[in-house]
DNA sequence: CTATTCTGCCTATAGCTTTTAGGTTAGCGG
DNA sequence: CCGCTAACCTAAAAGCTATAGGCAGAATAG
């Protein structure tokens, strides 16, 4: 029989298209079998079992955000670089909606460790130099600009935003402003 | 054989309680027909199916939201009522993990008017009004407060602050200040 | 170029879940 | 006490995860 060509990338990227097509929730070791038009079983050669996938998908998915998250800061400071890193998240949730939700997979703690995750923390408070934040303000403000960030992309998401005027670019927009001017605020500059 | 007196608001609190226990992902018909002690065929006398037992325990936890909501900004006003609203949000979330995660499953657009959401929206609204921020502001700045409570709040959740100092409770207290300041300066008066 | 080994993918199977169909019986209204 | 409603049942179909063991295609050794 035909042989496909199975291997665990291959089968961990299909599993993030299908989420970003019908939500990862919904990724399953059949819908991903039936993907590739192969018997479920065959897959248990490549992966260990579901949950294994799942966390790959979430895996790879933090490790897509942080390489853009790097790209977007390089040579960018202050609100330039806030904006961008901003754009970072909400450009990816909308165009990978099912990644997005599998980055914040709950991971055990070595997976978490081994993830791209600290490096997400690592940027974000590098973002804040242009800044010139003191600690503990420093954590403090890397803790709200994640909240932010994430809060209003998931909340965009579910279409929180989108049923009434003015549109949402416009208060992601003002968003971002608000965080600049609240940063510049606690600059000890 | 003894009649348990299954009704669908048993069925939904139960549903509930389950969701807080072991999450809202993993509350099925069968752990349900268990906890009952009742063959899982017998709920679907009380509830059309599953999909619609979640969005019932969605609704459930977004009008207990909404209640202590309104319970906790009567009487307050400015930052006390800012705190008391953030708090509302932080403490269910941490008391009723499941059920907060339940509040912010995708609902379609029936039951999502249907449900207290848009009171939720209202009731940020009132809020600002000590604040005093004219339109299009005050849209953005409900926009900000609710991705700043729902993205802290679900970054907590999945462990995102609990790995180093300084404390959650400290990021949240230096959060609602931020919040404060930020809106006070947006002040109109 | 053949023989052997490895391994990618298979079928079969077991246990769990959701959902439908239809039967039985408890317990109330008359 | 009779009968009806509805609460709960068993049976069964279909889909999902996972394990065990088999076959044949591909790589490798001689």
Same mark, same amino acid.
């Given at each position: 029989?035909?042989?496909?060509?199975?291997?665990?990338?291959?089968?961990?990227?299909?599993?993030?298209?299908?989420?970003?097509?019908?939500?990862?929730?919904?990724?399953?070791?059949?819908?991903?079998?039936?993907?590739?038009?192969?018997?479920?079983?065959?897959?248990?050669?490549?992966?260990?079992?579901?949950?294994?996938?799942?966390?790959?998908?979430?895996?790879?998915?933090?490790?897509?955000?942080?390489?853009?998250?790097?790209?977007?800061?390089?040579?960018?400071?202050?609100?330039?670089?806030?904006?961008?890193?901003?754009?970072?998240?909400?450009?990816?949730?909308?165009?990978?909606?099912?990644?997005?939700?599998?980055?914040?997979?709950?991971?055990?703690?070595?997976?978490?460790?081994?993830?791209?995750?600290?490096? /997400?923390?690592?940027?974000?408070?590098?973002?804040?130099?242009?800044?010139?934040?003191?600690?503990?303000?420093?954590?403090?403000?890397?803790?709200?600009?994640?909240?932010?960030?994430?809060?209003?992309?998931?909340?965009?998401?579910?279409?929180?935003?989108? /049923?009434?005027?003015?549109?949402?670019?416009?208060?992601?927009?003002?968003?971002?402003?608000?965080?600049?001017?609240?940063?510049?605020?606690?600059?000890?500059?």
């Amino acid at each position: 029989m035909a042989r496909v060509g199975l291997t665990t990338e291959r089968l961990v990227l299909a599993g993030a298209e299908l989420a970003d097509e019908i939500g990862f929730a919904n990724v399953t070791a059949s819908a991903l079998a039936r993907r590739f038009d192969v018997a479920v079983a065959s897959l248990y050669a490549h992966v260990k079992n579901f949950p294994e996938l799942r966390t790959r998908i979430a895996l790879l998915a933090l490790a897509e955000l942080a390489d853009r998250a790097t790209d977007a800061l390089a040579g960018r400071s202050g609100k330039d670089a806030l904006v961008a890193l901003g754009n970072v998240y909400r450009d990816y949730a909308r165009e990978h909606p099912g990644r997005y939700a599998a980055a914040h997979l709950t991971l055990d703690a070595e997976a978490a460790a081994a993830s791209a995750g600290p490096q /997400h923390a690592r940027m974000t408070r590098a973002l804040l130099r242009g800044y010139d934040i003191a600690e503990p303000d420093a954590t403090h403000a890397v803790r709200l600009l994640g909240s932010v960030f994430h809060g209003y992309v998931t909340l965009e998401a579910e279409g929180g935003f989108s /049923h009434s005027a003015p549109n949402s670019d416009e208060s992601w927009a003002w968003t971002l402003d608000a965080l600049d001017t609240l940063l510049r605020k606690w600059s000890t500059k």
